[in-house]
């Protein structure tokens, strides 16, 4: 079900805080109204004021004992928190000096920790355990697996444990009593490091190293490229739908133009030309609000199921110009799909008519060729879960692909035996590998939002296009999946946030179907015909207007 135009609504009030001082906050808590902050980069302790952002270091004396920690909590007056391989507390009745203890040391370094009551919680990203130990005996009493690959800070609220994870970009809610993952949601901004509730509402930490324009009256050019700290805590919007199994998080209203103008290279004598361009799509975590022609008007019309703008040129000739396009005012947001393997497991069979359109070599595949054919063996092996399949199949392709731009897309054959892609190249793959192994998917793009939430009203202009791929699962429906930004770490493990999940910057469009196509009375032109790139230049623009929050579920 895609919601009408009334279900999203506008965030509160930014919320964003920015303590003073702070270059890298970790781990975060609320306490008697005040939010303490532990800065691993500088050891400081920070109380920071939610409103007006006031900050005081409550260790001035004793810095020294916090540099390189990361997880915080309060409980009872206690404050805990760890550093390399030890936890330790210390009394919040010494206000004028805090004194660490430590309570207790393990053989691989710690992460965060929360406490209830008797019960201290602590994350490990070296044995990728939740960690569960005895205040009183100090021993362990259970351990849960964590549920992603990166550095996990954790709060606890209620009978819920929640984590962060700072690789995989996401908040999971887990049972606290059973480790059990509930749901998960990407988070607006990358690197997350810590979290807390402020009575019903999420906060999260981010710290991050930013790339920034340094004036340098001494250097000749005065610019140069420098990177700064940059840490902020900011509330996290989510909404979690069971029935439906999704979980939307944070949300923008965003303006989306997309302009092109004509300026051919070549001479050009054109008659009866239509100029077809994809249209955003409506889907569960994108909704068009607005939608207008720029520069020209377009007919609309529907392809397959999706939406293109039709503009009409009665004859092109090499001396015209023209600035034609759409714009269009979308909500946007961060989708996580709610599924495991058991979901891959005893599924429908695919519907007859899949086969023809998504099961087949329809856009140079080279699915013929012995290299593919190979890798799709070799990828999925004996495994004949659907959903455990085309994870195999994504990690496969991350083992033998790494990132690289070139001027033009190669075929599936070729990018695989050079080992270097672009993300049109890694999708060439992933759709090759996975129809030979019966997986119905489909291309999906065609630009991001550059992912810069903060700052809203600016023009922001993407750098590059981007594609990313759909797969089916039978029974429910299409499901989301990114080409090549989750492969981060050479040769593994890979993180799946955008595994069955997409950030809020994605703009969803020409689902299946080509992006942007020439048609001459009604005949698809071949690029040797008539290109594209040789006959205009296209302007890509967002804004970002204003944050969302999604109804409760």
């Known amino acids: 079900m895609i919601p009408d135009s009334s279900w999203a609504k506008p965030a509160p ?54 540099v390189g920690a990361t997880g915080l909590a309060i409980a009872q007056d206690t404050l805990w928190f760890t550093r390399g391989e030890d936890l330790y507390f210390c009394s919040l009745e010494e206000t004028d000096h805090l004194h660490a203890h430590r309570f207790f040391s393990l053989y691989h370094p710690l992460n965060g920790v929360a406490v209830r009551e008797s019960t201290i919680y602590v994350t490990c990203q070296r044995t990728g355990h939740i960690l569960i130990f005895s205040r009183e005996t100090r021993r362990e009493i259970t351990r849960f697996y964590a549920p992603g690959i990166g550095v996990e800070n954790i709060a606890i609220r209620g009978e819920e444990l929640w984590l962060t994870d700072d690789i995989e970009q996401s908040v999971y ?22 979290l807390a509730f402020d009575g019903d509402t999420l906060f999260v930490a981010y710290a991050q190293n930013e790339p920034y324009l340094r004036d340098n009256p001494n250097a000749n050019p005065n610019y140069e490229l420098q990177y700064r700290d940059r840490t902020f805590i900011h509330p996290l919007y989510y909404a979690y739908y069971p029935d439906q199994k999704y979980a939307l998080s944070n949300g923008y209203l965003v303006e989306m133009s997309y302009i092109e103008e004509l300026s051919p290279l070549d001479t050009v004598d054109v008659h009866d030309l239509e100029w077809r361009i994809a249209l955003p799509a409506e889907t569960l ?39 034609f396009g759409w714009r269009a005012t979308l909500e946007v947001w961060g989708i996580k799909y709610q599924f495991g393997p058991q979901d891959g497991e005893t599924i429908p069979e695919l519907p007859p ?13 080279a699915m013929d060729q012995e290299i593919i054919q190979r890798a799709a063996q070799d990828a999925a092996g004996r495994e004949t879960n659907l959903l455990r399949k085309m994870y195999s199949i994504r990690n496969y392709v991350y083992d033998h692909l790494s990132y690289g731009i070139k001027p033009h897309i190669d075929t599936p054959d070729v990018a695989l035996a050079r080992g270097v892609g672009s993300c049109g190249e890694y999708l060439g793959v992933l759709l090759a590998l996975a129809r030979l192994n019966g997986i119905a998917c489909r291309t999906v793009g065609r630009y991001k939002c550059p992912p810069h939430a903060r700052e809203r009203g600016h023009l922001l202009e993407p750098d590059f296009n981007h594609v990313w791929m759909e797969f089916y699962l039978p029974g429910y429906g299409w499901l989301p999946m990114e080409s ?7 040769g593994g493990p890979y993180p799946t946030r955008f595994f069955m999940g997409l950030a809020w910057h994605h703009a969803e469009m020409a689902k299946g179907i080509s992006f942007e196509k020439l048609y001459v009375n009604d005949v698809l032109m071949k690029k040797e015909q008539l290109s594209i790139g040789d006959l205009a230049i296209n302007h890509v623009r967002f804004r970002i207007l204003e944050e969302l929050q999604p109804p409760e579920s």
């Open 353 to 365: 008519e899949f086969g023809d359109r998504y099961l087949i070599d329809n856009d140079n595949l």
């Open 13 to 66: 009030p930014i919320r964003t805080i920015y303590p003073f001082a702070a270059a890298a906050i970790h781990g975060i808590t609320f306490y008697q109204g005040m939010l303490y902050a532990l800065d691993a980069t500088t050891g400081y302790l920070l109380a920071v004021d939610p409103e007006t952002h006031d900050t005081r270091i409550l260790n001035p004396h004793t810095w020294q004992d916090f």
């Open 285 to 323: 975590r994108q909704k068009i609000r607005k939608l207008e022609a720029i520069g020209l008007p377009f007919e609309e019309r529907e392809v397959e199921g999706e939406r293109i703008a039709v503009f009409k040129f009665d004859q092109l000739k090499s001396k015209d110009r023209y600035i």
């Open 173 to 194: 809610c887990l049972d606290r009593a059973t480790g059990e993952i509930q749901f998960s949601v990407l988070t607006p901004f990358e690197s997350p490091t810590g």
């Open 484 to 490: 090549n930004p989750d492969d981060v770490i050479e």
